[in-house]
């Protein structure tokens, strides 16, 4: 096991800071609660995508790439840190956005990550929902490999393999602050959608042998597919790290209790957890992912689910800048 030997260009800012949450300790009443900054990765207003994009750009310039195309939602962080990462490497940027909410509003089309995705360079081209996007995007790749350019395809939210390494990093990253900061850590709970956080993260936690459990709160698929899928890409992981098996699928738990009707569309929990979070501790949550995952943690202490005397780090994957594109679910013009 070696994570040093694999290609690597420099990205995110590292290490991102791991804080205490006094006052939403507090508000909560429940376990203390800390907080893993990795929406402070810095790459255009940062996020997890950037310690994926640290191996998977790695790779594209090994290969010879001078086009990198990806694929995610109208409002995908993973599409805008990848046109950050191309324009910052020279390389070109085609993304394929999908209409996966339905969402008319002029804000979520061409606001927030959309207005990022333009101004790093990306070129862009959109789908109707419900297609297979990653074989969408292999299509548009084989056709500018036709015509000369060396493509590079970059699944949905980076998550292979190669992805998932910046996470097994992140993994390394957190055991190593717990540990020089002297802090016991009993939980680490964070939002999941393609797999690739989760699947980093066990394979890092358990390639360490760290004895802390992981719960990926889910933001689109039901718990045995978004379980299955974590597991499937961990494996995958943990060969490529070169300690395979050692995630067992017991490893990988997920509760997809909180995406409420589905995603990229917030559910009133999700709504509270932005207030509670900007309100208590002044940080700003997503409503697509980081919020999901933070109503999850909420809702979970209220119900008793961590003892009072445990301490829990919420992983905060970033995705603010998208809450300009929602402009619409806020009752902004009442208020101000
Ligand atoms: C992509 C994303 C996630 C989910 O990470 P996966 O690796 O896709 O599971 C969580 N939060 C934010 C803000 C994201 O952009």
């Not at 990926?216 to 060969?239: H, M, S, Y």
Request: net charge negative; charged share 20%.
């Amino acid at each position: 096991m070696n994570l040093a030997r694999f290609p690597r260009v420099r990205l995110a800012h590292l290490p991102t800071p791991l804080e205490p949450m006094p006052r939403l300790t507090k508000a909560l009443n429940g376990p203390e609660l800390w907080i893993k900054r990795d929406d402070c990765t810095g790459l255009s207003t940062g996020g997890n995508k950037t310690r994926k994009l640290e191996y998977l750009m790695a790779e594209a310039m090994e290969q010879g790439a001078d086009i990198v195309l990806t694929q995610g939602a109208t409002q995908s962080n993973h599409a805008r840190q990848t046109a950050a990462a191309a324009a910052k490497l020279g390389l070109d940027c085609h993304i394929l956005l999908e209409d996966r909410t339905g969402y008319n509003h002029e804000n979520y089309k061409f606001n927030g990550n959309v207005l990022l995705d333009v101004l790093h360079g990306a070129s862009i081209e959109h789908r109707g929902p419900g297609l297979d996007m990653n074989a969408e995007m292999e299509a548009v790749a084989e056709t500018m490999r036709g015509e000369g350019r060396n493509a590079y395809a970059i699944p949905g939210g980076g998550s292979n393999a190669t992805g998932a390494l910046g996470y097994v990093n992140c993994a390394f990253e957190m055991l190593a602050q717990f540990n020089d900061m002297g802090l016991l850590v009993d939980h680490i709970v964070h939002a999941t959608g393609s797999a690739g956080t989760q699947a980093g993260l066990i394979t890092g936690l358990k390639a360490m042998n760290a004895d802390i459990p992981l719960l990926g709160i889910g933001v689109r698929a039901p718990k045995d597919k978004q379980e299955a899928n974590v597991f499937a890409l961990a494996e995958k992981t943990a060969e490529k790290l070169g300690c395979p098996g050692v995630v067992k699928r017991e490893d990988v738990v997920a509760n997809t209790d909180y995406v409420g009707e589905g995603y990229g569309l917030p559910a009133p929990s999700t709504l509270e957890a932005i207030d509670i979070f900007a309100r208590t501790e002044g940080i700003l949550l997503d409503p697509v992912y980081s919020a999901k995952g933070a109503a999850g943690l909420i809702d979970l202490i209220r119900k008793g689910h961590f003892r009072k005397d445990e301490r829990v780090v919420f992983l905060h994957t970033g995705g603010a800048i998208g809450l300009t594109g929602y402009t619409h679910v806020f009752d902004v013009k009442d208020r101000a």
